[in-house]
């Protein structure tokens, strides 16, 4: 029996199919993790939208479950991240083993002061479950279709029609945008004749997630296992790690040219799990096989149109900059696509979106490539600096450093785009630590603030102010619990934030007026005007 329950969704009856029109200005396609977090961005905006899906339960299989802690600061603004953190399995060791023995071990959350881990392991169908209760409390914002597939889609300058496909009927729905969020596959993308550029390797990996009572780690502390070359499946690599509800992920290397529907099957993969676990009993409970690929658009934006997540850009799981990946272009989208359609901003800040997120998955492309060569090498030069590496490692501290299993995902810097006004850390997403009664991010993140760190005056241009750690000022002001937060900023030091919270600009010792109107033009998209200080 599967580990999860899953509940089919209702196919509600459209007023489109009586006539009727909806109105949402924003039509997203799927309804997955990142169709569902791009709705609730958007309705915490309060932008309406209608989320279009052919099925009606959420992910068969885990599929995506490892979430950065960038993500999970996305998600606690999105309004799941708490749960998410309270269901899923936290680690932060990672270690790595050359045959039977271990080279070395990393800690990636070393520092205290942060509300969310480095890493959590969490099914994608807990994702979606809790993100589709989570959409179901804006029932004014959000209109959610199962079992209503796009079929066809005519853009124009002024919005998309789309053709959609129900067990009641047909119609056409009308919208100012149209989200691609329909994954790897995306039809939306075939329909255009877009194609992907990059790289896809012809190694295939075996998943399995199996149920198993006796945890493999000692003390029973969930951490990330990662193999070259191991004694129960030599020449290859492998990877263990754990899920809730005792559910083990296993990712297994398959000889070239293996048969991938003879691979997945129970009789194959059995043997292969008892070599790693021994005499521990287990259950399977999902199997897949996949290739590797560091693929995306060219583009983003069509026009009307935009690609979000899988749609845009497809990575190797090994570092999981998948999922993360897209949660970061919905952070990036929303704020943006809101601001456009309220007639805050032209519909030229869309096109940021595209240079900022083509950026962050070209760099996310560039680390899941080079893991993948070093994980499988295509020459003989590239095996023999993997097998060179290997070796020395297991003596020589700086050799470890060149061990590539995945470097795991982190935020990308927007540092030198047209965005963010020059200056020292700017482009980073804000680090988080504990003020007041609560946490730093849950105060700055999803509307533009200035926010002060120690003893500098905050000038008011209309945006939310926050004080950190300083004297009050006549605005919101909050201790800095620990010194954590003037010990990561500085003691005079303003930032602007953007609402996905990415710093926009920088502030030294004074903010003015002018300078701070300056940079929340330009993090606008807006030609700043001249202004005083």
Not at 451 to 459: E, K, Q, Y
């Amino acid at each position: 029996m599967p580990a999860y329950s899953y509940a089919p969704q209702p196919f509600v009856r459209p007023p489109e199919l009586d006539g009727g029109t909806s109105g949402a200005p924003v039509a997203i396609v799927g309804a997955g993790p990142i169709g569902l977090a791009m709705a609730v961005d958007l309705a915490l905006h309060g932008v309406r939208s209608i989320v279009l899906d052919d099925n009606n339960v959420v992910s068969v299989g885990s599929r995506a479950i490892c979430w950065a802690k960038r993500t999970l600061e996305i998600f606690d603004r999105l309004g799941v991240g708490e749960r998410m953190l309270a269901k899923g399995v936290t680690w932060k060791v990672g270690r790595l083993f050359h045959g039977d023995a271990e080279v070395y071990s990393f800690d990636l959350l070393p520092e205290d002061g942060h509300k969310y881990p480095a890493f959590i392991n969490l099914q994608q169908y807990y994702v979606e479950e809790y993100l589709l209760e989570r959409a179901r409390q804006f029932p004014e914002l959000i209109d959610l279709r199962f079992l209503s597939k796009v079929t066809g889609h005519n853009a124009t300058a002024q919005g998309v029609a789309l053709q959609v496909e129900t067990p009641e009927g047909n119609y056409t729905l009308n919208a100012d945008w149209l989200l691609a969020c329909d994954g790897a596959g995306s039809q939306t993308r075939a329909r255009m004749g877009l194609d992907f550029t990059g790289q896809t390797f012809e190694e295939q990996f075996l998943i399995a997630d199996i149920e198993m009572q006796d945890s493999p780690f000692e003390q029973g502390t969930p951490e990330r296992w990662f193999w070259f070359d191991p004694t129960f499946h030599p020449g290859k690599s492998a990877l263990l790690h754990m899920q809730p509800d005792n559910l083990y992920r296993i990712d297994l290397q398959l000889d070239l040219g293996a048969d991938a529907a003879a691979e997945a099957t129970e009789e194959r993969v059995t043997p292969r799990i008892k070599a790693i676990v021994g005499e521990r009993p287990f259950r399977l409970d999902w199997l897949s096989v996949y290739k590797f690929r560091c693929i995306k658009l060219d583009r983003f934006v069509h026009g009307r149109v935009v690609f979000v997540g899988d749609s845009a850009h497809v990575v190797s799981p090994f570092g999981a900059r998948g999922g993360n990946g897209g949660i970061q272009d919905v952070d990036n989208l929303g704020w943006k696509l809101a601001a456009v359609i309220h007639g805050d901003a032209d519909a030229a800040l869309i096109e940021t979106y595209h240079e900022e997120r083509s950026h962050g998955s070209a760099e996310n492309i560039a680390n899941s490539a080079r893991a993948t060569n070093f994980m499988t090498p295509k020459s003989p030069i590239e095996a023999m600096f993997r097998h060179e590496t290997l070796r020395l490692a297991h003596r020589h501290p700086f050799a470890r450093r060149l061990i590539n299993s995945g470097r795991l995902s982190l935020p990308c810097s927007l540092e030198g785009f047209s965005l963010q006004t020059p200056g020292a850390g700017v482009g980073l997403p804000m680090v988080d630590a504990p003020v007041g009664n609560g946490w730093l991010l849950e105060l700055v993140q999803g509307q533009f603030t200035l926010v002060g760190f120690g003893d500098i005056a905050l000038p008011d241009i209309g945006i939310r102010r926050v004080g950190i750690g300083g004297p009050a000022q006549g605005y919101d002001s909050h201790d800095d619990l620990n010194g954590y937060a003037l010990q990561r900023y500085g003691t005079r030091r303003a930032l602007l934030l953007r609402p996905d919270g990415h710093v926009a600009a920088s502030f030294e010792g004074r903010c003015t007026a002018g300078e701070a109107r300056a940079a929340l033009a330009r993090a606008m998209g807006k030609r700043a005007e001249k202004v005083s200080a």
